[in-house]
């Protein structure tokens, strides 16, 4: 396991960058927000018709222990296709995660082993500390948080705020210069951050656990990001060496950013 924890750690070095300033949530109950399935579809109106994302992340952050800087390559496909690749600066990436449906497999290329028989959800945790499934990361990246949003109700507050609840419990934050753009997001376990925007997507978003037992918080910059291209289906599965070894995620959880080890 100690070589394992070594390759894991490739990525996790220690990052002077200063976190972009928090989003202060508004506090105050706020007054009913007219039109609000009216916002809502208009800020929705993009991400909604996403059906492929790619992107390059640039990530930075903390996760447990570690502090976490590193760039991978993303690319999702719905309702429920991920590739993730953890770039090295030279070499071969430092990990491979697909996943399309049930079926998700973790191939780490320099420690030749390779998670078999779990959910794509259950690698993201115990790889990082990040439990959400492809559909639920596809989303908070391209600025719909929830796969399937569905305005409830809306408030506007005293800070010129608003706030629209989402069926399933989410609720969004905006705020309003020439037209209204979500500034964050509240989602089971987590809260959604959206410094800056590059047209009608996110350029940058921060995602920060509510538990203090997780103890996630990264940034992600946005580029190179492609909509709606054709992607490959075999872009969603690994040729995994023979000489690959199993590892379970007990294992590797403890080599993680939140195991003991």
């Not at 408030?155 to 419990?169: K, N, T, Y």
């Amino acid at each position: 396991m100690k070589h394992l924890h070594l390759a894991l750690c490739i990525a996790c070095v220690a990052s002077a960058s200063c976190a972009p300033k928090r989003f202060t949530v508004p506090t105050d109950p706020g007054s009913p927000l007219p039109k609000y399935e009216e916002i809502h579809a208009q800020v929705a109106a993009t991400c909604r018709g996403v059906r492929t994302l790619t992107a390059e992340l640039a990530l930075r952050g903390r996760a447990g222990r570690q502090r976490l800087r590193g760039r991978l390559h993303a690319g999702f496909e719905r309702p429920d296709s991920m590739r993730l690749e953890l770039v090295a600066p030279f070499g071969p990436p430092v990990f491979i995660l697909t996943s399309r449906g049930t079926t998700a497999v973790l191939l780490l290329t320099r420690e030749d082993r390779v998670v078999r028989g779990e959910s794509a959800e259950a690698i993201l945790g115990a790889l990082t500390g990040v439990s959400l499934s492809p559909a639920d990361l596809q989303a908070i990246l391209d600025g719909c948080v929830v796969p399937e949003p569905r305005a409830t109700g809306g408030r506007q507050h005293a800070d010129g705020s608003a706030s629209i609840d989402l069926a399933g419990g989410a609720r969004l934050y905006l705020r309003r210069a020439d037209t209204w753009q979500v500034r964050a997001a509240r989602r089971a376990g987590w809260q959604v951050e959206y410094p800056a925007w590059e047209g009608s997507f996110p350029a940058s978003v921060r995602l920060q656990s509510d538990s203090p037992s997780v103890q996630v918080d990264v940034t992600a910059t946005l580029t190179q990001i492609e909509t709606n291209a054709g992607i490959r289906p075999d872009a969603f599965s690994i040729d995994v060496p023979s000489s690959a070894r199993p590892l379970s995620i007990a294992e590797l959880r403890d080599a993680g950013p939140l195991g003991d080890k």
